[in-house]
């Protein structure tokens, strides 16, 4: 796996800490040590699938699909990073 620059520069996790990890677990069968390792994979597959799906079908409330898609990805990305901030000071 790549190594994470923030960690080796700063000795902190980036939001994108576990990415890697999760992707495999993932393609591995195990779902739910994907889901513990990075919370924002399903949401973020959620997305990429609707993005793809996109460009050849024509969906109805495209653009709010997609920015509710973004929104929860990207708020699930920093809550699940925050906890993890959390409770590495703690």
Not at 21 to 47: N, Q, V
Not at 56 to 65: L, N, T
């Amino acid at each position: 796996m790549l190594p994470c620059l923030n960690k080796q520069l700063f000795g902190l996790d980036c939001p994108g800490c576990g990415l890697q990890r999760s992707l495999y677990f993932l393609l591995h069968g195990e779902f739910m040590a994907a889901f513990k390792m990075y919370p924002a994979i399903y949401p973020m597959i959620l997305l990429l699938f609707f993005l793809g799906s996109s460009i050849f079908v024509k969906f109805r409330f495209a653009g709010i699909i997609k920015w509710s898609l973004i929104s929860l990805t990207v708020g699930t990305i920093l809550v699940s990073y925050f906890i993890k901030m959390n409770n590495l000071f703690n």
